[in-house]
Structures are given as C-alpha cells and as structure tokens.
C-alpha cells in the first residue's frame, strides 16, 4: 500500500524516469558490477575506442558527481596518474580523486581548479548538464552554454597532445562549437556511445590532439 500511495504522489515526469530507470539495462550493470551510475558505461565504451585515458594521465573531471566517470577515469590511469573533479553536487569520497565542490560557472572554479591541478592536464573531460526545465530550446542553450566554458577551460589548461570530451545536445549551435574545436585540436568528432540513450538529443564533442 505504500508504494502505491507513493507512485500516486510521483509527477508523470518522476514515473516515466522511474520506468525507464528499472528498465534500463546499463542501470543493473551498473547495480551489479558496483559503479556509482550507468555514466561510467559511456566512458568505457568512448575510452575502448579511442583510448584516451593512459597509464599516469592527468585528468580533469568536470560535472563529476556521483562519480561513474571518475572511477574509471582512477582504474585505467593507475595510482601515478592524477584526477580532479568538480561538481556542485555532493560526491562520495574515491581513492585517487581530488574533488572540489563547486559550480563550474563561478568565476573562481577555473583557477581553483588549475591551483589543484598544479600544472597541464593530459584530458578535460565534461559530463555536465544542466538542470532539465522541460523546453527544449532553453534546455539546450544552457547546456551549451557549460560545453562552451569547458572548451574555454579546456583551451587554457591542457597539455599539447591532450584531449577534451564534453557532452551537449543535438540541435545546431553545437556545429559552432565544433568549428571552434577544429582550429584548436588535430581531430574533432561526435561520438554517441551505446549506452548513451537512443532517444536522448545527447552527443559527446571529441577533440584528440591540442595543438598548444
């Protein structure tokens, strides 16, 4: 009965991410084989392809939070390698993550994160997304507008050689952003992994080789 009442109080929204949450097999991978989120299965399937995450890389981590990047970000960088995350929301404490509570968007995050860093970072990696309010065009636009203080960010901080994987959403202005790139790295491309949803309008920009 009290999961009854329960379901009755969810919001249309709150019970169809619910659904698609129980049904999503990515979701009990992630319960079964002890990730923080399903999150962490396109950082596999991106990093199998194109292997950016090598043995002592120096990693950013922005959008961190719960951390399914970060942990496989930490397992295939290996102790010598270094991770700062970022996030405003809470996030568990991880062997080999330096995390910093943070929104991204405040003027002081760049620098802190760069005083923590302590030097050039081998890749930027940006999983953030803004809070959905449901209409489309603005739901775009702020999410773009994080992918492009990232790409900024990501601009000033990498190493020569590095890499940038950021998320943003389908809809035109991210072939702005991807022209930006172009001047910047040696190859730039969409990538879509598997467990990104079919449904979803998310995409990941990849920028393999800062030209510094």
Same mark, same amino acid.
């Given at each position: /009965?009290?999961?009854?009442?329960? !379901? ?31 999150a962490?299965?396109? $950082? ?13 890389a ?5 959008g ?6 970060s !942990? ?7 102790a ?8 405003? %929301? ?5 062997t080999?993550?330096?995390f910093?509570k ?12 760069? !005083? %923590? ?7 930027? %990696? ?14 775009? $636009?702020?999410? /773009? ?7 900024h960010?990501?601009?000033e901080? $990498? ?7 950021c ?13 930006? $790139? ?15 949803r079919a449904?979803?309008?998310? %995409? ?9």
């Open positions: /009965m009290a999961r009854l009442k329960d !379901e009755k109080r969810r919001t249309l929204s709150s019970r169809t991410w619910l659904e698609r949450q129980l049904a999503d097999p990515y979701v009990a991978r992630a319960k079964k084989e002890g990730f923080r989120s399903r962490a299965f396109k $950082l596999i399937e991106i990093d199998d392809k194109y292997r950016l995450l090598k043995q002592g120096r990693i950013v981590d922005l961190a939070a719960p951390g399914g990047w !942990e496989i970000a930490a397992r295939r960088i290996g010598n390698g270094r991770i700062i995350a970022l996030d405003i %929301l809470d996030f568990k404490p991880m080999g993550v330096e910093l943070l929104d991204f968007l405040d003027e002081t995050a760049p620098d802190r994160l760069k !005083e %923590l860093l302590g030097g050039k970072a081998d890749v930027v %990696l940006s999983d953030m997304a803004a809070n959905a309010t449901g209409h489309r065009p603005t739901d775009h $636009l702020r999410i /773009m507008a994080l992918a492009e203080a990232a790409t960010f990501a601009r901080v $990498l190493d020569k050689g590095g890499s940038f994987l998320k943003v959403l389908q809809g035109g202005t991210e072939a702005t952003l991807l022209a930006e $790139l172009k001047r910047d790295f040696e190859s730039v491309k969409h990538v879509k992994p598997p467990a990104s449904d979803s309008a998310e %995409l990941y920009l990849l920028a393999r080789g800062f030209r510094g």
